[in-house]
Nanobody
């Protein structure tokens, strides 16, 4: 069983930055596709970004492209989401998710049904 723990959320002013972390104990994240999702109150869950198990290929939703960066540090068994130029619309609970690659080790996606394991989430609030 893959257990994921997110951290790094909190309050931040518009234009500010945060770095979220997704860590796992007992399982090597480097073998898995990892994605970040977010869900704001009253809204559907939204895929934000993913990083593939092989080569670290990445994908971003249009809403965060150019502002967010996903990366992984296999030595720390952790995946990060660096969020810059934050906007109030980025306010949400952020979840990391993991899944073994099924069709390709090089291509991940940000569709929630593709992911088997989920963390509990970390809240990000962007407000002045």
């Amino acid at each position: 069983q893959v257990q994921l723990v997110e951290s790094g959320g909190g309050p931040v002013q518009p234009g500010g930055s945060l770095r979220l972390s997704c860590a796992s104990s007992g399982f090597t994240l480097g073998f898995l596709h990892i994605a970040w999702f977010r869900q704001a109150p009253g809204k559907e869950r939204e895929g934000v970004s993913c990083i593939s198990s092989a080569d670290g290929n990445t994908f971003y939703a249009d809403s965060v492209k150019g502002r967010f960066t996903i990366s992984r540090d296999n030595t720390k068994n952790t995946v990060y989401l660096q969020m810059n130029s934050l906007k109030p619309d980025d306010t949400a609970a952020y979840f990391c998710a993991a899944a073994p690659p099924r069709r390709s080790e090089y291509v991940c996606d940000i569709h929630s049904p593709s992911y088997d394991y989920w963390g509990q989430g970390t809240q990000v609030t962007v407000s002045s």
